[in-house]
């Protein structure tokens, strides 16, 4: 073939025809399911119509419906694309359409679950494709008010929306990859899930969810692992449906409602329902537990059993309120009582004051800051991501099953470093795609990228993440054993476990 080439792949709805160049296949704006418009809003995903001749996947498809965030300095991680309700693609790097039966990677993307896209820059799969012989695919899903609005308990059931159709989506799309992916040469019997915050929050719900069951056989959760059991307030939809000035029978007027329309509806209740230092609640939307499609929250259902027999990767970044923290105006202007106010809207108001005492003598200890920024990007990283991610961890592995944990520790030089080790850092490293002025540039950060990679790859391959750059990198198991992923990369047993000790203490007072 020469330097670049047309290929054409034949899948169950009809052909689609890529090109070849640098070494990869690559497929863009495949559909996987019908588009989700007219009578089809806010319904489950349908399947594909087949089509005659053959459909050209040269470009990324329009993404789905959603605000764009301001700018700043996650550009990078939010490039503005054009959207459209018709929004269920996904696209696919291969290095060869062979019987070569290449592991497969799933990247679900984040965004708090009402922004993003599988076709963003920075989830280019081709350097993860070449590098590790591997098909990488890349999806969208329904977001915000079209993917993730409990309308059936609003209309008195007149439009049956669960609030879980978003995930519904990503089954329908791990449907697709395994009755396709085996064309584009993948393996659809060795197929990893991999996603960030949101995405890694939406694996851990594909991991509780029976219609996902056997869809996929690994796992890795970055940033994310759960939903809470009580996220799904039954009465945001009801509030939509007031911001809209409509009501329970009024089902045609909803459905006639333009996008923009929605979207203006969901700023207005993210900003209605915004807590202490924030202009904008990140989401009023989410995946929640129906007892149906997700019979029980992730947490509880993998100690349960339901991730069985799925080795995972777990893990979350040292800092990880940074990114939120910088978006209050008052950030480092904050008190002891701002403090307490901002934790309080997130914790049990009751165990504010213990937690706080906990955290400031611990970092003390190490002779770290205890200013209340710090303080709170530190407790709030623990309770909103570390916490669940070791519950998760370790009620997989009391199950005898495999689960890897890693504590991402690389710091942001952006902002003057106050983003530090931030949510959502590590995404540039896992792909290759890291930026000077989010995630730095030199020979350690390319060092560290290499050693992600191969560590990520070789768990696709083999279901462990051990690797020569990385070395041994043993299960979590009872000593904790934590992989710390950055500038110096090395195993590391129960790191910032008085930290962790304090939840349990005051678990166990909760009792």
């Not at 799904?232 to 996008?259: F, I, N, P, Q």
């Not at 198991?477 to 203490?505: F, I, K, N």
Request: proline share 8%; hydrophobic share 40%; glycine share 10%.
């Amino acid at each position: 073939m020469g330097q670049e080439a047309r290929a054409v792949v034949e899948t169950s709805a009809g052909k689609v025809e890529g090109r070849y160049a640098d070494r990869l296949f690559v497929f863009k704006g495949m559909p996987y399911a019908a588009p989700p418009i007219g009578p089809l809003r806010w319904m489950p995903p349908e399947p594909v119509k087949s089509w005659q001749g053959t459909r050209p996947a040269f470009e990324f498809s329009k993404v789905a419906p959603q605000i764009p965030p301001p700018s700043g300095i996650l550009d990078v991680l939010n490039a503005i694309e054009p959207q459209d309700e018709d929004c269920l693609y996904l696209n696919v790097w291969t290095p060869g359409l062979d019987d070569a039966r290449r592991p497969v990677l799933v990247w679900i993307h984040g965004g708090a679950f009402n922004m993003g896209s599988g076709s963003q820059p920075f989830y280019d799969g081709g350097l993860l494709a070449r590098r590790g012989n591997v098909v990488m695919v890349t999806i969208n899903y329904r977001l915000g008010v079209l993917g993730f609005l409990n309308l059936d308990a609003a209309t008195g059931g007149r439009i049956p929306a669960t609030g879980n159709e978003g995930l519904l989506d990503q089954v329908a799309a791990l449907q697709w990859v395994r009755d396709n992916i085996a064309a584009f040469g993948g393996d659809p019997q060795n197929v990893t899930v991999f996603g960030e915050s949101a995405g890694g929050m939406s694996i851990g719900c594909l991991l509780a969810m029976p219609a996902a069951r056997g869809l996929f056989h690994k796992a890795i959760l970055e940033s994310g692992v759960t939903v809470p059991a009580n996220d799904a307030d039954l009465s945001t939809g009801e509030r939509l449906l007031a911001t809209l000035g409509l009501g329970a029978s009024d089902v045609d007027d909803l459905k006639a409602l333009s996008v923009d329309r929605l979207l203006a509806a969901d700023l207005d209740l993210r900003a209605e329902m915004a807590g202490p230092g924030e202009p904008l609640r990140i989401t009023v939307t989410a995946p929640w537990v129906d007892g149906t499609i997700l019979p029980l929250s992730p947490v509880e259902a993998v100690r349960t059993g339901s991730a069985a027999p799925i080795p995972l990767v777990i893990g979350t970044n040292l800092e990880e309120w940074k990114l939120f923290g910088m978006m209050d105006p008052d950030a480092l202007r904050l008190d002891e009582s701002m403090m307490g106010d901002r934790l309080r809207f997130f914790m049990p108001p009751g165990s504010v004051d213990e937690v706080v005492t906990a955290y400031r003598k611990a970092r003390s200890g190490r002779g770290e800051s205890t200013h209340p920024f710090e303080l709170v990007c530190a407790i709030l990283s623990d309770f909103v991501f570390r916490n669940p991610a070791l519950e998760m961890a370790e009620g997989h592995q009391r199950r005898g099953l495999p689960v890897y944990n890693y504590l991402f520790t690389w710091k942001s030089p952006a902002l003057g470093g106050l983003l530090g080790a931030c949510h959502a850092l590590e995404i540039g490293f896992v792909f290759g795609t890291y930026d000077a002025q989010l995630c730095g540039r030199g020979p350690d950060a390319d060092r560290l990228s290499q050693r992600m990679q191969d560590a990520w790859l070789a768990f696709a391959h083999t279901g462990k993440p051990t690797c020569p750059s990385l070395g041994e990198w043993p299960a979590y198991g009872e000593r904790r054993h934590t992989m710390l992923l950055g500038s110096d990369c090395r195993v590391q047993e129960a790191p910032y476990e008085e930290e962790r000790r304090a939840w349990e203490v005051m678990k166990g007072k909760s009792r």
